[in-house]
C-alpha cells in the first residue's frame, strides 16, 4: 500500500503562500487519485482540493478554488497544494489523502473516500 507524508507547513505570515507536498513511497502514486484535507482542532476536516489520477481533473471546496492550487507530478511521485495570500482562518493541519476507487464528485469530498492518509502538516498563518 502507499504511504503519504506531508511536508511545506510552517508559521508565515498573513498574505504569504506556502507549497505543501505529499511524497508517497511504497508504490508509485499515479493509480491514486489524491485529495487535500485540513482540520482545526475541534472541528471535523474540511475539504480543500482533489485532483484526478492523471493530474486533468480538479475539484475545489466551496470558496477554496483562487485560493488553493492543487497539481501533481507523478514522474516524481508527488502531489502538491499551493496556498496563496494566506489568511490567519488557514490555520489548520493540513492532509493529503489517496485512494484507487473509482469515484463521483460527491465521493472525492468526503474523507470517507479515502482510505490512505498522511500525518499531516501543520500550517500557522499569524496576524
Known amino acids: 500500500q502507499v504511504q503519504l507524508v506531508e511536508s511545506g507547513g510552517g508559521l508565515v505570515q498573513t498574505g504569504s503562500s506556502l507549497r505543501l507536498s505529499c511524497a508517497a513511497s511504497g508504490r508509485t502514486l499515479t493509480p491514486y487519485a489524491v485529495g487535500w484535507f485540513r482540520r482545526v482542532p475541534g472541528k471535523e476536516r474540511e475539504f480543500v482540493a482533489f485532483v484526478s489520477r492523471s493530474g486533468g481533473f480538479t475539484i475545489y471546496g466551496d470558496s477554496m478554488e483562487g485560493h488553493f492550487t492543487i497539481s501533481r507530478d507523478n514522474a516524481k511521485n508527488m502531489v502538491y497544494l499551493q496556498i496563496d495570500t494566506l489568511k490567519p482562518e488557514d490555520t489548520a493541519v493540513y492532509y493529503c489523502?489517496?485512494?484507487?476507487?473509482?469515484?463521483?464528485?460527491?465521493?472525492?469530498?468526503?474523507?470517507?473516500?479515502?482510505?490512505?492518509w498522511g500525518q499531516g502538516t501543520q500550517v500557522t498563518v499569524s496576524s
Open positions: 489523502a489517496a485512494s484507487m476507487s473509482s469515484y463521483t464528485t460527491d465521493q472525492v469530498t468526503t474523507p470517507t473516500y479515502y482510505p490512505y
